[in-house]
């Protein structure tokens, strides 16, 4: 999918994922990917294609110094309303004309 394929989707998969209907993500996924990443705490922290940010929510509030990238506009504006603790959002589009950067030295 691309960028604009996802902006297109974007609520659909808003309301999917924020009605607790992924249930591969939290009964799956996350349990086994947060147990192997361990201790996040003053750790920075980057979730690639984050999409809503929930992932990127919970490394924050387990300490991390959280950056979650995505390239949808539209995920990126649902983000910044639900932005909690030590958490940044920025976009990165394909042929980088509107990404932002981040430091090679941040992870």
Known sequence: MGEKDWDDA???WLDFVREGKDY???????PATFKLIGNMGGQAML???CG???????????GAEAVGIDF?????VCQEGRRKGKVRY???CHG?????????RSF
């Open 10 to 12: 974007a609520q659909t």
């Open 47 to 49: 979730d690639m294609a």
């Open 72 to 76: 949808s506009e539209k995920m990126r």
């Open 96 to 104: 980088r004309r509107r990404s932002q950067r981040v430091s090679r």
């Open 52 to 62: 809503e940010g929930y992932n990127t929510r919970i490394l924050a509030r387990q």
């Open 24 to 30: 591969h993500r939290d009964e799956l996924n996350n």
């Open 90 to 92: 920025t976009l990165l």
